[in-house]
């Protein structure tokens, strides 16, 4: 979906359909989860989180840094684009954010916020709010002063007033105890910067010079963590004012000051300066508000990959597209349920960062849109974590079909070692190639996937394709290319020494009905055998 001199909101929140299509990745949807669904789009970290799956959120991202929410009836939920990790930067935004309620006065409970988290030594969820609804988030501190140790240094409560950005914020510190946050349910500091007067809902825009509030942060005592995670511009509807809240936010964020970097023009149109401008490779994308032209000098240009490639994921990277073997890998395109991980250590057999990069997850769902047809599907996995046999195990299943199961990469290849199981030919037939991963022991991990044209698989030439055959069916795995798939003799419609080797898959299904055909065969001919035998010696 491509976007000129608009906003986001003008072609997406305008069409339901856009959150329900089939393959959407995990930043377009329909958030109906308790968990996170986080990765990076277009260049971009991104972060959506709902508490209770009652309420209904849709989430859209477009060009760039822009995203688009639409919200209704939640009782808490925030997320947004930015940065992994977060950092002391200049963040610029311009758009729109409401709640929904008559006159469009604040009525419901929302904030627009530079949200993020620290880890160690301090577990700290922040926000620089720049507008809010029916409450304001510098009450939270009012009254007590107990504090947690390894805060902020003087207790929680409200921690004064300073000027930033050209305006006023006030800070106040609380304490959650037993709450969701970042680590699970943990007990953790909050650190609320509120501007005052908070800016008007509707049209909006603003600069955050981040350093300036961490500066004012430990001027006041109130010390973040050293290790830095994710840091987004987030929407967040609460119903802490006893009422649910709605609403809907349409923004575009932007390091820097909000000017426009010139990388030169092109019959008069500019030319984008990131490969981020053009994640759809169709030569056009937007920078800076504005179209713009994608060119070889634009950074992170590549040539295309060959034509017979459909998908090439770099799970868990980030930033621009890496190459491996002659094919450029976009980062996490299409994946829902994985959070990145790297490691500096040397992958054997590997020959690219695309490997030491990883998604982990307990359930990790890849959804490739692609035209019906046959394709072949590479996996690539790396046990970069675990040190020992046992510690992970998980399945993983294509187009509904089990190929692994509860493998564990350590206990196939070892410790920092390329494992390429595979490849498996599969046929796509409801315009989306879904590829899943689910846990058993730890997390399930992937480090990259790529999907290329295939052939139809050829039945043997002693057997017709039926039912029965070796042919694979509509949604099944090839039986040729599989560690889990059923080996079949190619020598007659009999079957194999192993007739019915497994049943993780379709096509697994359908060699053992073979086999049962097979089997009943050789039963007839050794009681016709029987017979002739009686039949002689009487």
């Not at 620290?118 to 409450?135: A, D, F, K, Q, W």
């Not at 997390?443 to 039945?459: C, G, Q, R, Y």
């Amino acid at each position: 979906m491509k976007l000129q001199k608009t906003l986001l909101a003008s072609v997406a929140l305008g069409c339901a359909s856009a959150f329900l299509a089939p393959g959407a990745n995990a930043c377009n949807g329909v958030l109906n989860s308790a968990t996170n669904a986080v990765g990076t789009h277009n260049g971009y970290y991104y972060s959506f989180w709902r508490q209770t799956s009652q309420s209904n959120v849709q989430i859209g991202c477009g060009e760039g840094g822009d995203y688009s929410t639409d919200w209704s009836n939640v009782f808490n939920w925030v997320g947004g684009k930015g940065w992994n990790p977060g950092g002391p930067r200049i963040v610029s935004y311009e758009g729109t954010f409401q709640g929904k309620n008559a006159n469009n006065q604040r009525g419901q409970n929302s904030y627009l916020a530079l949200y993020g988290w620290t880890r160690v030594p301090t577990e700290v969820e922040y926000y620089v709010v720049e507008s809010y609804g029916s409450y304001n988030p510098a009450s939270c501190g009012t009254g007590n002063t107990g504090g947690v140790a390894g805060g902020g240094g003087q207790g929680d409560g409200r921690k004064g007033s300073y000027q930033a950005d050209g305006a006023t914020y006030d800070m106040v510190q609380c304490t959650r105890t037993n709450q969701p946050s970042i680590s699970g349910t943990s007990t953790f500091k909050q650190f609320f910067s509120v501007r005052n007067p908070p800016k008007p809902w509707g049209e909006i825009s603003g600069t955050i010079n981040v350093q300036e509030h961490w500066d004012q942060w430990a001027a006041a005592g109130m010390r973040l963590g050293n290790d830095h995670d994710y840091m987004v511009l987030a929407t967040e509807g609460y119903g802490g004012d006893g009422r649910n809240s709605s609403g809907d936010s349409n923004l575009r964020i932007s390091e820097g000051p909000g000017s426009v970097q010139s990388c030169g023009d092109q019959n008069g149109t500019p030319v984008c300066c990131s490969i981020t401008a053009d994640p759809n490779r169709d030569g056009m994308g937007e920078q800076g508000g504005n179209a713009c032209v994608v060119t070889p000098d634009t950074e992170g240009w590549h040539q295309p990959n060959p034509d017979n490639v459909l998908a090439a994921i770099n799970v868990g990277g980030n930033g621009l597209d890496v190459q491996m073997d002659n094919i450029w890998y976009e980062p996490n395109r299409f994946v829902t349920g994985a959070e990145p991980y790297s490691t500096t250590d040397s992958v054997a057999g590997a020959n690219s960062s695309v490997i030491t990069t990883e998604g982990y997850g307990e359930d990790i769902t890849i959804d490739i849109p692609l035209s019906n047809q046959w394709v072949s599907v590479d996996l690539s996995f790396a046990e970069m974590y675990q040190t020992e046999l046992g510690q992970r195990a998980f399945s993983v299943s294509i187009e509904g079909d089990e190929v692994l199961t509860n493998v564990d990469v350590f206990g196939e290849v070892g410790h920092d070692v390329l494992w390429q199981p595979g490849p498996y030919v599969v046929r796509v037939t409801d315009g989306s190639l879904n590829i899943r991963l689910t846990s058993t022991i730890d997390n399930a991990t992937i480090s990259a996937v790529l999907v290329t044209k295939a052939d139809e698989p050829v039945a043997s030439s002693s057997a017709p394709v039926s039912s029965s055959s070796v042919a694979v069916s509509s949604s099944s795995v090839a039986p040729v290319v599989s560690s889990s798939s059923v080996a079949v003799s190619s020598s007659s419609a009999a079957v194999s020494s192993t007739p019915a080797a497994s049943s993780s898959s379709s096509a697994g299904n359908s060699v053992a009905l073979g086999s049962f055909n097979g089997w009943f065969l050789m039963l007839l001919g050794s009681l016709l055998l029987v017979l002739r035998r009686v039949s002689v010696k009487s």
